[in-house]
């Protein structure tokens, strides 16, 4: 059983900065595929960035708006997969997930390639 827990998340205001973190229970994150995702009110669950399973690559939105903003990275004595968010915009507002993957896939951005969910950090940007 694998299960992902998520921190990090809160209240912050536009132009601030957080760093969502994703630890993983019953699997080494070292070599597992992982992926952010945001889920704004309303809407549907999008891709933010991934980070290989076998290589440290990294995969990020092409959504202009996150664009240069976020970061992902992987602290594999921690086992924990973080996203660090800088410049906050106010529609930066939603969910966020991380999700793991059993297999490096050619969809990273699609959460179709994810088995395991975390269970959600709320991130609220204000104006």
């Known amino acids: 059983q694998v299960q992902l827990v998520e921190s990090g998340g809160g209240l912050v205001q536009a132009g601030g900065s957080l760093r969502l973190s994703c630890t993983a229970i019953g699997r080494t994150l070292s070599s597992t595929p992982m992926g952010w995702f945001r889920q704004p009110p309303g809407n549907g669950r999008d891709f933010v960035a991934a980070i290989g399973g076998s290589d440290d690559n990294t995969y990020y939105t092409d959504t202009d708006s996150m664009k240069g903003r976020f970061t992902i990275s992987r602290d594999n004595a921690k086992n924990t997969v973080y996203l660090e968010m800088n410049s906050l915009k106010p529609e930066d507002t939603a969910v966020y997930y991380c999700?793991?993957?059993?297999?490096?896939?050619?969809?990273?951005?699609?959460?179709?390639?994810?088995?395991?969910w975390g269970q959600g950090t709320q991130v609220t940007v204000s104006s």
């Open positions: 999700a793991a993957s059993n297999y490096s896939g050619s969809y990273y951005w699609q959460t179709y390639e994810y088995h395991y």
